[in-house]
C-alpha cells in the first residue's frame, strides 16, 4: 500500500519530456519533487506562475513566492509570474499537457467531485472548475477509500460535481486505474496489495484483464 509520497511517484512516472503540468492543492503538489532529473518539465500554478520546483527546505523559504495552495514553493531558472488572467487564458488555451489534482469522488464514468462537502463551508470551487472543463489529460491522486473506510471510487459520484466525464486515470495508494467506457480499469496495484483487496475497495465497475502487475516506482 502507498502513502501520499508514493502516490506522487507513482504519477510523477507520467510526466513526459517537454510537459507543462498544472498541480493541484495536496497530493499532487508532492509530484514536482520526484520527476526524472533527466527530462525537462514545467510546472503551471493557477495564481500565476510557471517555472515551479521542489519545496524548499527548512529555512529557505520566500513567503512571497507560494502556490494556489498557498505552499511556499520554489522556482527554477527562467521562471515566469504572470496574473490571474494570463494564468487561466493559459489553462482555457489548453496549453497545459497534464493536470493533477485530488479528490474526494471519482466515477466510473470519469466524473470527478473535489471541491465541496454538504454542510462544510468553503469559498467557492475556484480554479478547478476551469482545469476540469479545458483539460485533455487529468489524473487524479487520491486514497482509494475514506476514513469511514468506503470506497471513493463510484458508479456515481454523491457530492456536487466539479467536472463530468473528464478524467483519464486515477492513483490511489492501492492502484493505477484507467477510466475507460466500461468503468474502472484496473493497471497495476500496490505493493504488497491484492486484487481482492482493491475489488472490495472499489464500488463503481472494475474491469480486471489477466495478471495485474504490481507497480514499480
Known amino acids: ?29 508532492l509530484v514536482a519533487n520526484y520527476v526524472r532529473e533527466d527530462i525537462s518539465v514545467e510546472f503551471q500554478s493557477e495564481n500565476g506562475v510557471l517555472g ?17 495552495g498557498k505552499q511556499t514553493i520554489t522556482t527554477l531558472p527562467g521562471a515566469s509570474f504572470f496574473d490571474s488572467a494570463t494564468s487561466f487564458g493559459m489553462i482555457r488555451g489548453k496549453h497545459v499537457d497534464l493536470t493533477i489534482l485530488g479528490a474526494m469522488e471519482v466515477s466510473e464514468e470519469g466524473d470527478i467531485a473535489n471541491w465541496k462537502i454538504p454542510g462544510k463551508m468553503v469559498k467557492g470551487m475556484g480554479g478547478a472548475m476551469d482545469l476540469v472543463a479545458s483539460a485533455e489529460n487529468i489524473i487524479v491522486a487520491m486514497m482509494h477509500t475514506n476514513r469511514a473506510g468506503e470506497s471513493k471510487l463510484l458508479k456515481q459520484c454523491s457530492l456536487p460535481l466539479t467536472g463530468v466525464g473528464c478524467v483519464k486515470k486515477i492513483v490511489t495508494n492501492l492502484a493505477v486505474i484507467e477510466v475507460t467506457e466500461k468503468g474502472f480499469k484496473l493497471l497495476e496495484r500496490a505493493p504488497g496489495v491484492s486484487v481482492n483487496e482493491i475489488i472490495a475497495a472499489t464500488e463503481g465497475t472494475l474491469i480486471i484483464e489477466g495478471d495485474v502487475p504490481e507497480m514499480s516506482l
Not at 508514493?6 to 492543492?25: H, P
Not at 515551479?52 to 494556489?68: C, L, R, S, V, Y
Open 1 to 29: 500500500m502507498l502513502d501520499k509520497t508514493g502516490i506522487a511517484k507513482r504519477i510523477a512516472k507520467e510526466v513526459k519530456d517537454g510537459y507543462y503540468v498544472n498541480l493541484g492543492i495536496g497530493i499532487p503538489t
Open 52 to 68: 515551479m520546483g521542489p519545496f524548499p527546505m527548512d529555512g529557505e523559504e520566500d513567503a512571497d513566492i507560494i502556490n494556489a
